[in-house]
């Protein structure tokens, strides 16, 4: 009994052939047959208890049946694994397997777990003063390197090319330029001009050209360049009304003729008795002294002709030389071969300047300088009167290209007293090539070639309007259109009901209009809105297209093809008759075309007035003007 217990007891404590000692580190670890296996050693135990003979425990080392019994379920199964092997990071797995009745170990080499450093080991790391600058290091330069990409990310973005927004417009572009005559308006008192700044304001009317303000004598000339007429008021009244023009987000431009002064003006009255700096301050020559029977006979020096007619020369007794005036006897020519001349009326448009006035429209600018060694004139080919102006080629007195040096001069004053705002403009036409001329030194603000215009009658036709409207802004790209000549003003040369449809068919043209107070206030809604929608970036910025519709209808368009802006369609009705005309055929044009303003005189065959027309049927009257908005079309 005892040997059988005995041997019970020793297979169980002692290890099979090839089982590790007890006394080997071990870890236990559970398989998913742990249950089987669990209940075959279970039944190998109750066959061996079976012939066994358990007398209770021996001097107190035996083990008690239950707990032996409980460990081997909990032990039977146990999976155990070896301690890692150092060289090939390996661990041991022990199984116990049960195949027929017989207990098998199974031993498995299985790849260690990594595990990570412990807290200590770390720690002596962390103190470690390599690691520690290697720390610092990488940390210095992880921000420098994020320094650094910031800062080619922001080079990246400033010095990569932009698109250049638009060049913002002056007050003069985005405005019409109304010309008023204080003569015209309240019985010649300046102060009165208030009222009409303000009507002007309401027709959105922000450029106001003054004539006639400068102290003169009618058909005479300037008497007194730096005053103003005395029956307008005195320079106190023209400074309050230039405020209040500011208040209203207004300019005011002044209109001088710098050509010629009166005779009564005390430079000529200074030049004729010789005095210095004022000799030369006019065009001075002796005569021609020639022999007619004995008897000795005094010419001009040349042969210049006056714009008027007649000889340019005229003699003065007192001073006992010819002076030039290449318009009145009474209107001597200033000499602006001398540069104190030039000086001296920069110093003019330098006084207005400081009272407020923010630009100047000059008169007769192409009469400025003439050739100093007095060359005939060659004979035209017009068979003229000799006497008659247009009998002369006149290279030697107009338009030479020494008159671009004094312009250049002048602008500058302007544009350093206003910043570079203030407007420098010619009033007389000007042809493209002496503009060419005259560019190559300054740079002339709204240049205008308006004689087509400023000429016309009411048999203006579609193609001579195309025509010279393309041609001129093929020349500048922002011109002046004058409606109204010095001779006489559109409303005199045409019925008021077509001098209101060339007024509107004028104010969305790339340029600015040049008016008169009566062609703002004659259709005045009308005008309101187009004036208003002179401001748009469409007009502002946009691109024209020009065209003839049915032989007889001037039309074009502004598109700008940014932001959603929408395309404005002016059409000006030459003919005698009313039309239907199809404009689909017109780029960018949309199917439909809605009606923004009108001429007076513009009517539909119907009773009540459609403000939606269809591109392909759009009705237009005799000499009227109709002013369309659509939603551009990309152009395919």
């Known amino acids: 009994m005892k040997s059988g217990r005995d041997s019970g007891l020793n297979d169980a404590a002692e290890p099979a052939e090839g089982m590790l000692s007890p006394l080997s580190p071990i870890v236990a670890t559970f398989k998913s047959e742990r249950e089987d296996l669990a209940q075959q050693l279970h039944q190998q135990e109750e066959q061996e208890q079976s012939n066994t003979v358990i007398m209770g425990k021996q001097n107190g080392e035996d083990l008690d049946q239950d707990a032996q019994e409980r460990m081997l379920k909990e032990d039977s199964t146990a999976k155990i694994a070896i301690e890692k092997d150092e060289k090939d990071e390996k661990t041991t797995e022990v199984k116990f397997i049960s195949e027929n009745g017989d207990a098998k170990i199974d031993i498995e080499m299985v790849k260690a777990v990594l595990s990570g450093m412990g807290k200590e080991e770390l720690m002596k790391f962390a103190n470690d003063p390599f690691w520690v600058r290697l720390r610092w290091a990488l940390f210095i330069f992880f921000w420098l390197l994020w320094l650094a990409m910031l800062a080619g990310a922001i080079a990246i973005i400033v010095m990569a090319p932009k698109c250049s927004a638009p060049e913002p417009k002056k007050i003069w572009e985005e405005s019409a330029i109304v010309e008023l005559d204080a003569a015209d308006v309240f019985n010649d008192d300046l102060t009165a001009l208030d009222l009409t700044l303000k009507d002007l304001k309401d027709q959105n009317i922000r450029a106001i050209s003054l004539s006639s ?19 307008l008021g005195n320079i106190s009244d023209l400074e309050n009304l230039i405020k209040i023009a500011k208040e209203k987000d207004q300019q005011i431009f002044l209109e001088l003729d710098p050509n010629h002064s009166s005779m009564e003006h005390p430079w000529f009255k200074r030049s004729v008795e010789r005095q210095d700096p004022f000799t030369s301050y006019y065009v001075w020559a002796d005569g021609i002294i020639s022999s007619d029977g004995g008897r000795e006979r005094r010419s001009p020096p040349n042969n210049w002709l006056s714009v008027y007619g007649g000889s340019a020369w005229e003699w003065n007794e007192q001073r006992g030389q010819y002076y030039l005036h290449q318009f009145n006897k009474s209107q001597p020519d200033l000499n602006y071969n001398n540069p104190a001349v030039v000086t001296e009326f920069g110093d003019i448009l330098t006084h207005w300047l400081k009272l407020g006035i923010s630009g100047f429209r000059l008169a007769n600018t192409q009469y400025l300088t003439e050739d100093p060694k007095l060359h005939d004139e060659s004979r035209s080919i017009l068979p003229v009167d000799p006497n008659n102006y247009q009998s002369l080629v006149h290279v030697h007195t107009r338009d030479r290209s020494e008159n ?34 005259y560019n190559e030194k300054t740079t002339i603000d709204l240049p205008q ?74 259709a005045k809604d009308a005008f309101a809105t187009l004036s208003c929608a002179r401001n748009t970036l469409t007009f502002l910025h946009g691109n024209t297209t020009l065209r003839v519709v049915n032989g007889t209808v001037f039309v074009y368009t502004r598109s700008w093809l940014k932001s959603g802006n929408p395309g404005y369609l002016v059409a000006y009705q030459t003919g005698e008759e009313s039309a239907t005309i199809n404009l689909s055929t017109i780029p960018r044009i949309s199917e439909e075309l809605n009606i923004v303003a009108h001429s007076p005189n513009y009517a539909q065959n119907m009773e009540v007035m459609k403000t939606k027309l269809p591109a392909n049927a759009v009705p237009i009257s005799s000499k009227s003007t109709l002013v369309l908005t659509f939603v551009p079309k990309e152009e395919s």
Not at 213 to 231: H, T
Not at 404 to 431: H, M, P
């Open 404 to 437: 671009a040096a004094v312009l250049s001069k002048w602008q500058e004053i302007v544009r350093n007293e206003t910043a570079g705002k203030g407007l420098f403009a010619l009033q007389d036409d000007i042809g493209a090539d002496i503009l060419q001329v």
């Open 449 to 522: 070639s308006s004689h087509f215009l400023t000429t016309a009658n009411v048999n203006l036709n579609a193609t001579d309007l195309r025509k010279s409207i393309s041609q001129w802004l093929s020349v500048t790209p922002w011109p002046a259109w004058n409606i109204n000549g010095k001779q006489l003003s559109l409303r005199r040369r045409m019925p008021k009901e077509v001098a209101d449809s060339i007024v509107l068919m004028t104010m969305l043209l790339p340029g600015t209009p040049i008016l008169q107070l009566e062609d703002v206030m004659s």
């Open 213 to 231: 303000v400068v102290n003169e004598r009618i058909n005479e000339g300037i008497i007194d360049f730096k005053a103003i007429k005395p029956k």
